[in-house]
T-cell receptor, first 122, second 107 residues
Framework: QVTLRESGPALVKPTQTLTLTCTFSGFSLTTSGMCVSWVRQPPGKALEWLAFINWDDDKYYSTSLKTRLTISKDTSKNQVVLTMTNMDPVDTATYYCARTYSNVAGGAFDMWGQGTMITVSS | DIQMTQSPSSLSASVGDRVTITCRASQDISRWLAWYQQKPEKGPKSLIYAASSLHGGVPSRFSGSGSGTDFTLTISSLQPEDFATYYC?????????FGGGTKVEMK
């Protein structure tokens, strides 16, 4: 059974760096075709894709946020970490991690975490 | 970057209705399009990939079609559990991108 769970601080101050962790089970990021992305959703707004990492350590980022984002993986812990620098109140959102198994569904996400709400406020 | 435009942004329908949502890409994405369903206060659920392939466990009343720049999601007979917001997403090229969403509400 594939599961993903996001974790991070519920509240961060403006200008701080946010570190989010996606802990997953039921698959390995050492398996060819496995990938994990981060997606966020401000309250009442649409989904926004942020970053991607795959089994081969290829990484891709949102054009508008790439200077602030870093994605990495720890295969021994089954975790993917996203850091976002210089947080602003507009970054207040629910942050999701999602899996892609490209051998089956191409680049589409097939499993999602339940999300973690991050509020940016002083 | 590829822009995804969904229409309508919301619609009202009744149980049993046939519902169609459209998604347009700003450039050719072949069939690299997915659809997701999201209910209030819940994470998204994956419905369709490669424009028309259903993920396991998704009811057959959901179907997808299209290629290139124009795509549709159809619910053949709307059920009470289908009232939700639906998003399309392109994964033809990075950066991936989502449509703005279509909220399906009860008439």
């Amino acid at each position: 059974q594939v599961t993903l769970r996001e974790s991070g601080p519920a509240l961060v101050k403006p200008t701080q760096t946010l570190t989010l962790t996606c802990t997953f089970s039921g698959f390995s990021l050492t398996t060819s075709g496995m990938c994990v992305s981060w997606v966020r959703q401000p309250p009442g707004k649409a989904l926004e894709w942020l970053a991607f990492i795959n089994w081969d350590d290829d990484k891709y980022y949102s054009t508008s946020l790439k200077t602030r984002l870093t994605i990495s993986k720890d295969t021994s812990k089954n975790q993917v970490v996203l850091t976002m620098t210089n947080m602003d109140p507009v970054d207040t959102a629910t942050y999701y991690c999602a899996r892609t198994y490209s051998n089956v569904a191409g680049g589409a996400f097939d499993m999602w975490g339940q999300g973690t709400m991050i509020t940016v406020s002083s | 970057d590829i822009q995804m435009t969904q229409s309508p942004s919301s619609l009202s329908a009744s149980v049993g209705d046939r519902v169609t949502i459209t998604c347009r890409a700003s450039q050719d994405i072949s069939r690299w399009l997915a659809w997701y369903q999201q209910k209030p206060e819940k994470g998204p659920k994956s419905l369709i990939y490669a424009a028309s392939s259903l993920h396991g466990g998704v009811p057959s009343r959901f179907s997808g079609s299209g290629s290139g720049t124009d795509f549709t999601l159809t619910i053949s007979s709307l059920q009470p559990e289908d009232f939700a917001t639906y998003y399309c997403q392109q994964y033809n090229s990075f950066p991936f991108s989502f449509g703005g969403g279509t909220k399906v509400e009860m008439k």
